[in-house]
């Protein structure tokens, strides 16, 4: 029996990426320190930060206490929508800064 010839052939169909996606920049990643408030660790930023910018997070380590939240967050993305998360987190009250050595890692 043979089959009709729409079956014996199969053609992977990729879908036509737009002209903004075929030259999109690199993703990279950067680790930051984020200082929390204790007002602005009430309100879960890092979620809100995610659900507005296309980063991906990880946090990678935290301390909490009533008054100050510290937390050693990595971002992976495009440098420039990471460079608008980190302002995004200052404007609603965090203090942000670049981790210069590996110190997380342990």
Not at 65 to 87: F, W, Y
């Amino acid at each position: 029996m043979r089959l009709p010839s729409h079956s014996r052939s199969r053609q992977t169909v990729r879908p036509q990426l737009s002209s903004s996606k075929k030259f999109s920049m690199a993703r990279e990643q950067q680790r930051f320190w984020l200082t929390f408030s204790s007002e602005s660790s009430r309100r879960p930023l890092i979620c809100e930060m995610s659900r507005e910018f296309d980063v991906t997070f990880n946090i990678r380590n935290a301390s909490v206490t009533p008054s100050i939240g510290i937390i050693a967050l990595e971002l992976d993305g495009e440098r420039t929508v990471i460079q608008k998360a980190v302002a995004w987190f200052e404007a609603n009250g965090v203090q942000v800064e670049p981790v210069e050595i590996n110190t997380i890692e342990g």
